[in-house]
């Protein structure tokens, strides 16, 4: 599986499978921080102005870091 800071990870498959649903797509989970700003503005419609202003305040953070020991820290 492809995964962000990794060229290949190894997986385990689903333990659960579904005859009429199955997995067709494996993917890595997301980076802290990810998928912060699609949430806000897709999910719960903010806009930039909006996003920005609750990122000033210290509300979240998007940085994505590639450094483990700093990536819980966002």
């Known amino acids: 599986m492809k ?3 990794e060229s290949e990870l ?3 498959s689903n ?6 649903t199955p997995i067709t ?11 912060t700003q699609g949430v806000l ?3 719960l419609g903010y806009d930039e102005n ?3 202003q609750l990122r000033l305040c210290g509300r979240f953070s ?3 870091s590639s450094d483990w ?3 819980g820290s966002a």
């Open 50 to 52: 909006k996003i920005a």
């Open 15 to 20: 333990a659960l499978t579904f005859s009429e």
């Open 25 to 35: 797509e494996y993917r890595s989970l997301p980076l802290r921080g990810e998928n």
């Open 41 to 43: 503005a897709g999910k």
């Open 62 to 64: 998007l940085a994505v």
């Open 10 to 12: 190894a997986s385990i």
């Open 69 to 71: 020991s700093r990536a």
């Open 3 to 5: 995964h962000n800071f």
